[in-house]
């Protein structure tokens, strides 16, 4: 992922030339939006009728969020996250990869996104009241954005 176009565009198909022009906000959301497509099932040989984040495997969902912080475009990593966190089932005994990369995801929420936000209160106050993270993991993100505030 680069922030800037190379220095030669005449290489690329043209379709590539037109995302590197989108701003960065609409070059991740595209990139998001591609993603739901891809990864939200079809029913049978219908149009797939909503997009759902919940589908999205968590290296991609991961993937996508770092993508937009390298974009600068925070915003939408936002929304990717908390379109996912809505769409999820919740899963209050976590254990395993499921719990390894919802703590990845709530880490990239809480420490990097919602501070590019300057959303630092907004960010103690959602750990206050995440019931699915263990207690010693919440406590441990609490203390590092007080810290960091």
């Known amino acids: 992922m680069y922030i800037s176009p190379p220095p030669s565009t005449e290489i690329l198909p043209e379709s590539l030339r037109t995302l590197l022009s989108d701003s960065p906000q609409s ?8 993603s739901l ?4 099932p079809s029913v049978g040989n219908a ?8 589908y999205l ?4 969902l991961t993937t996508l969020i770092y993508c937009s912080l390298k974009l600068d475009a925070s915003d939408v990593g936002r929304i990717m996250v908390e379109d996912w966190l ?3 089932e919740p899963q209050y005994s976590l254990d ?3 719990a390894d990369g919802y703590v990845k995801v709530l ?5 990097h996104i919602l501070p590019r936000l300057e959303q630092w209160e907004y ?3 959602f750990l206050e009241y995440e019931s699915e993270m263990p207690s010693h993991k919440r406590a441990v993100r609490e203390l590092m954005i007080s810290f960091s505030s």
């Open 96 to 98: 395993g990869p499921e």
């Open 86 to 88: 809505a769409r999820r």
């Open 123 to 125: 960010a103690k106050e």
């Open 37 to 40: 497509a891809l990864f939200t």
């Open 47 to 54: 149009q797939k009728g909503v997009l759902n984040a919940a």
């Open 27 to 34: 070059l991740a959301a595209s990139i998001y939006n591609r």
């Open 57 to 60: 495997p968590i290296q991609v």
């Open 107 to 111: 880490d990239l929420y809480c420490l």
